[in-house]
Structure formats: structure tokens, C-alpha cells
């Protein structure tokens, strides 16, 4: 059983920062990929940034400049740094790793981001 837990979201003015974390724990034997999708209101869950085991980083491009991901792979831990917010930013965020075993996701935490 594997195990994520979220936290740092919360509500931000237009401008602002906030960092997101998520934590693994359980029976993680290869994390392959460590990542972060968002689900605004009546929308879809979209991708925002992965990391993969080698250090590269994908983003998608609505982010890109703005948002940085990263990892402590000893404390099995990804991290989103998001700067530069915009109200399109709200969401919630919910961490996913993919490991040998399939994927997981973290259940989710909420940013806003007022005008």
C-alpha cells in the first residue's frame, strides 16, 4: 500500500507563490516518475509537471516560467513551486507518482487564487 500526502495549498492573491509538497510513503519499491495534475471546477484533470528518475522535468505549457518542479528522492518527497500566479491556477492539486506497482494519486489540495 502506498501512501501521498499533500499539503501547502491554500489562497493566494494574483501574483503571490505558494509551494506545494507531497510525500510517499508505504511499500514503494521504484518510483519512476513523481508528478502533478490539477482539476479546476467543471473541467477536466490536466497535466501541470512530472519529474522523472533521471531529473528531467516536463511542464505543460500554460506554466512554464512560472511553476518549477522538484524532488528529495530520499525522503520520497516532489515538491511544485508555483510563482507568478493567476486566478486560472485555481484548482485542485493532487500529486501522482508511478511506480513498478501502477500509478497513485495524493487526494488532492485546493489553491485559489483571487484577482
Known amino acids: 500500500q502506498v501512501q501521498l500526502v499533500e499539503s501547502g495549498g491554500g489562497l493566494v492573491q494574483a501574483g503571490g507563490s505558494l509551494r506545494l509538497s507531497c510525500a510517499a510513503s508505504?511499500?514503494?519499491?521504484?518510483?519512476?516518475?513523481m508528478g502533478w495534475f490539477r482539476q479546476a471546477p467543471g473541467k477536466q484533470r490536466e497535466f501541470v509537471a512530472a519529474i522523472i528518475s533521471g531529473g528531467s522535468t516536463i511542464y505543460t505549457d500554460s506554466v512554464k516560467g512560472r511553476f518549477t518542479i522538484s524532488r528529495d528522492n530520499a525522503k520520497n518527497t516532489v515538491y511544485l513551486q508555483m510563482n507568478i500566479l493567476k486566478p486560472e491556477d485555481t484548482a485542485v492539486y493532487y500529486c501522482?507518482?508511478?511506480?513498478?506497482?501502477?500509478?497513485?494519486w495524493g487526494q488532492g489540495t485546493q489553491v485559489t487564487v483571487s484577482s
Open positions: 508505504g511499500n514503494i519499491f521504484s518510483i519512476s516518475r
Open positions: 501522482n507518482i508511478l511506480t513498478t506497482e501502477g500509478p497513485y
